[in-house]
């Protein structure tokens, strides 16, 4: 028995058959076309599940499950899309219409709770009960993991920390809130707050890197701060303390095992990891007398999401 995991993005869908073990025995990644309505999506899905199994040489009667991970608000007990700004969906049954497509048992959730999920079934947080992960990418994403569950919410509607306010009419963000915590800690704010420490730095070594690399991007503070830059190394303090306010809050009101960082941010390692540790565990409440909340990078890559929803099934 084999089981589908689907990344379902704005841009591209990533699609792979996954073992009862969590290893990926094929995989694969198709554009998503967004001529097409959610149907006509489904049918490109099942298409490409068709031929992953013709190419490991698998029966297709033995895909056992289905599971969609799709960015927005999916009401996982309800197989329905209620909202993704991404692929402009509004209340899309998205189970029944694979199911109806497939022949086979179907189940969706949001796209960061089945990045948890994988972490938590096969990644980097097993054998942990309580976990969160936290993705940092253009958005800030998160899975709240309680005593073994899944934790959204009514209709699945919460769980969203990157919408929590860390700063009082702060910057706007695109939820419609201001000061959300993805404002600050998102790679997309790594960015500006990149290109703001340029503008006032004109001989940072940022701009040197940006030249190399051929464009600014969540690595430039990074890089310059390793090779010694001032400016640079403030960006990234800033930064990673603007990660850590919202880790803190997390932190108080879960106190999980582990805190799980994943995004294109978390390829900076132990850069970024250690001292998110340190501050973390030291704004904690009486961190002295209670055990320390691990922060651990994601250890699945960008196939978290689709592992995590082929767990969905199994
Ligand atoms: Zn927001």
């Not at 996954?18 to 094929?26: E, N, R, W």
Request: glycine share 14%.
């Amino acid at each position: 028995m084999v089981y589908a995991g689907v990344d379902v993005g704005g841009t591209n869908i990533k699609i792979g058959l996954v073992d009862i073990k969590g290893t990926v025995i094929a995989d694969n990644s198709i554009r998503t076309d967004k001529n097409k309505d959610y149907k006509g999506i489904l049918e490109d899905v099942v298409g490409d599940i068709k031929l992953l199994c013709r190419q490991a040489g698998i029966d297709y009667h033995d895909v056992a499950g289905i599971g969609l991970g799709v960015p927005g608000v999916v009401d996982s007990r309800t197989g329905t899309v209620s909202y993704s700004a991404n692929l402009g969906w509004r209340d899309v049954p998205i189970v029944h219409g694979i199911e109806v497509v497939s022949g086979i048992r179907a189940e969706a959730a949001n796209d960061a709770n089945c990045a948890a999920w994988g972490e938590y079934k096969f990644g980097a947080s097993r054998s942990m009960d309580n976990v969160i992960l936290v993705t940092l990418g253009t958005g800030v994403g998160s899975g709240i993991i309680i005593d073994g569950k899944l934790f959204d919410g009514v209709a699945s509607a919460g769980g969203e920390a990157g919408h929590m306010i860390i700063v009082k009419d702060g910057k706007q963000c695109n939820c419609g809130l201001k000061g959300c915590w993805e404002r600050y800690a998102s790679a997309t704010a790594l960015i500006e707050q990149t290109q703001e420490a340029m503008d006032k730095h004109p001989e940072s070594l940022m701009h040197e890197v940006v030249k190399e690399q051929g464009k600014i991007s969540g690595r430039t503070a990074f890089i310059a701060a390793n090779k010694g830059d001032d400016a640079a190394k403030k960006v990234v303090e800033e930064y990673i303390s603007y990660i850590a306010t919202g880790l803190i809050n997390l932190g108080n009101i879960f106190h999980p095992n582990a805190i799980i960082i994943g995004g294109g941010v978390s390829n900076e390692g132990a850069a970024l990891i250690d001292p998110l540790e340190d501050m973390v565990n030291s704004g904690l409440l009486a961190s002295e007398h209670n055990p320390k909340v691990r922060i651990i990078g994601a250890s699945l890559g960008n196939k978290a999401g689709l592992i995590g929803a082929a767990a969905l099934v199994m």
